[in-house]
């Protein structure tokens, strides 16, 4: 019985899991039983076709008679069963390899319904959604419901992350690429489907300047490109002939400077200069990008050998003018994706006026890797010294929170407190947001918003108390408890350094609008002893602040970043608070007391706020 023959139940539920159990997805002999393994993403691919079918249904694409149908269908079921334990140990590259692989040889939908599961594993969701629609549009009369309704599930995710790019006012005929990747020529019969995300979109012709466009592009959204292009003086351009072979004769497509221009052997003319080559064949085949210099009226030929170029790499660059060299060919500029072999490979991105980064990445097998790189401002660069005031900038938000400490709070209550006196350290929170303007030149301004709360206790502290109708006061001790809390507002200036790990230096200045509280017991001795309290009087505390700050922080994203580092809060009074000495306090005795209008706080206080903030910039 063969693979595409074998007869299964209806029953059996088609999703993924196909992929990754023996036995549900081409087809299996119905005695031979499945092995039982973990049940992976819920994917839809299909059961076999039931028994008496001796070829694929109306839509499976069998192949026509005389072209080997048996062969290509063993063919076919070898490379899917190989993708499908490839898919089980999580190379999602070679196993996408081998069911496009067994999908060309003998069209069918399990082949499909795998493919398309590997590319949404490999984050090329507009590939995996294609496929997917193919599934539901080329096998729908042969699909089981419940792998129907899978299918439909994952269109409708995949829908969410995939945004269309649709591009408008260009040259007809002009060439559309994307990443590095061609996409065909103006006018496109459709907008063009690519994964969420930023995107550098070249559009080229000749007799007109070329067009490099960034463009942001969310999920189930289109995003109109405006490529309107300016004609340029015809010129007699200088040409010179470059010739490209695969070293052993194998034949796969040919992409000068990201353009499919034919296939190997190929030989045509280009203009004299530097271009970049790559081939493309079955799968993960192909070649990494050459870069060749052409010279005038002379013929250059390059002839690279065809390997496994499964690790797909995305590299983002800002500014996006920055130049993207991978392994010292000069590739893109801004942003570049392609497929390279895996291992490790040397990234360069340069850029006038920016500090030069070099990275080495790792690249696995079947995986897709994203590295994002924003140089440094280069200070001393003539691009910034001569432009300076010319140079834009950017709005910044801050949110951050911390502790406070002090040694003391001050005043006569904390002055007071010595010998068998029990003072403890001033402790409390602080929260902050910030907003403002920060210029290229790392200069930053703005205002600050913020609440900040604490106290400091004392206890055992030697004072007095004077009760009703008594013109002496009583010695004592008491026990304090003292707040302080407020609104500070103010405005901050600062420079920041640094792009993945930023440092920033501020000096903030403003108000505490604020108030002072103190929570008071306490033993006193008269003609007996007797008890005070508890009593409690809030005073008024508006304070002036200066805040000296340093943080230090990790990118998370250009735009974001997360800080942590520490504040020193100078608080100056403008009015000291003071304990009312007309506010009389119950005491264990028929007679109220009344204490001193003893200062609550210091003239000066000094408090270390160390404390985390996220970072954005837009």
Excluded at 371 to 399: F, I, K, S, T, Y
Aim: glycine share 12%.
């Amino acid at each position: 019985m063969d693979w595409m023959t074998a007869r299964r139940p209806a029953a059996l539920l088609v999703a993924l899991a196909l992929v990754s159990r023996a036995g549900d997805a081409l087809g299996q002999p119905a005695d031979t039983a499945a092995p039982a393994e973990p049940a992976a993403p819920a994917v839809p691919a299909p059961s076999a076709p039931a028994a008496g079918e001796s070829a694929p249904a109306a839509g499976e694409g069998a192949p026509a008679a005389g072209e080997g149908a048996p062969d290509r269908r063993a063919e076919a079921e070898a490379r899917f069963y190989k993708g499908r334990k490839l898919y089980e140990v999580g190379a999602f590259g070679p196993a996408l390899a081998e069911f496009l692989a067994s999908r060309e040889l003998y069209p069918n939908r399990s082949a499909t319904s795998g493919a398309a599961a590997c590319l949404k594993k490999l984050q090329r969701f507009d590939e995996a959604l294609e496929l997917f629609e193919i599934l539901l549009r080329d096998f729908a009369d042969t699909l089981p419901a419940d792998a129907k309704t899978a299918a439909q599930r994952e269109v409708l995710e995949l829908r969410g992350l995939v945004g269309t790019i649709e591009i408008e006012h260009a040259e007809p005929g002009a060439s559309i690429s994307v990443g590095g990747q061609r996409r065909g020529d103006y006018p496109l019969l459709a907008p063009l489907r690519v994964p969420a995300g930023s995107h550098v979109v070249h559009v080229d012709k000749d007799g007109f300047e070329p067009l490099q466009i960034r463009v942001d592009v969310a999920g189930g959204r289109t995003a109109r490109v405006a490529a309107r292009m300016r004609a340029i003086a015809p010129r007699r351009r200088a040409l010179g002939r470059l010739r490209v072979a695969e070293r052993y004769g194998q034949e796969m497509d040919v992409l000068v400077d990201g353009n499919l221009v034919g296939r190997t052997p190929w030989e045509g003319e280009v203009e004299v200069g530097e271009h970049t080559v790559v081939l493309r064949g079955d799968g993960d085949a192909g070649t990494e990008p050459i870069r060749v210099n052409v010279q005038r009226d002379r013929l250059s030929a390059v002839t690279p050998s065809a390997e496994d170029v499964s690790a797909f790499l995305r590299i983002e660059a800002a500014p996006d003018e920055a130049s993207v060299a991978v392994d010292a060919a000069v590739l893109a500029d801004g942003a570049w994706e392609g497929r390279l072999r895996p291992g490790e490979h040397d990234i360069e991105v340069s850029a006038p006026g920016f500090v030069t980064r070099k990275l080495n990445v790792h690249l696995t097998e079947g995986k897709r890797h994203v590295v994002r790189v924003a140089l440094e401002l280069d200070l001393e660069a003539p691009r910034w010294r001569l432009h300076r005031a010319r140079r834009p900038g950017q709005l910044a938000a801050e949110l951050g929170a911390g502790l406070w400490f002090t040694p003391s709070l001050g005043g006569d209550v904390a002055g007071s407190c010595f010998g068998r006196c029990d003072e403890g350290v001033g402790l409390g929170g602080l929260a902050v947001a910030r907003g403002g303007y920060l210029l290229e030149s790392g200069l930053e301004l703005g205002l600050s918003l913020g609440y900040l709360g604490g106290g400091q206790t004392m206890a055992g502290r030697r004072t007095s108390a004077r009760r009703t109708r008594q013109l002496l006061a009583d010695q004592g001790t008491a026990d304090d408890a003292l707040s302080l809390r407020g609104v500070l507002a103010g405005a901050f200036a600062g420079l920041a350094v640094g792009a993945d790990f930023p440092i920033h230096l501020r000096l903030g200045a403003g108000a505490l609008l604020g108030s002072v509280s103190d929570r008071r017991t306490g033993a006193f001795l008269g003609q007996q002893e007797y008890q005070v309290g508890p009593a409690e009087v809030t005073s008024s505390a508006p304070f002036f602040y200066l805040a000296p700050e340093l943080r230090l922080g990790v990118s998370l994203h250009p735009r974001a970043e997360l800080s942590v580092g520490v504040e020193t809060l100078l608080l100056f009074s403008v009015s000291r608070p003071r304990w009312d000495a007309a506010h009389q306090v119950s005491t264990s005795t028929d007679a109220g007391a009344y204490f001193s209008g003893e200062t609550l706080a210091g003239r000066f206080l000094l408090a270390i706020t160390p404390g985390l903030g996220i970072h954005y910039k837009h």
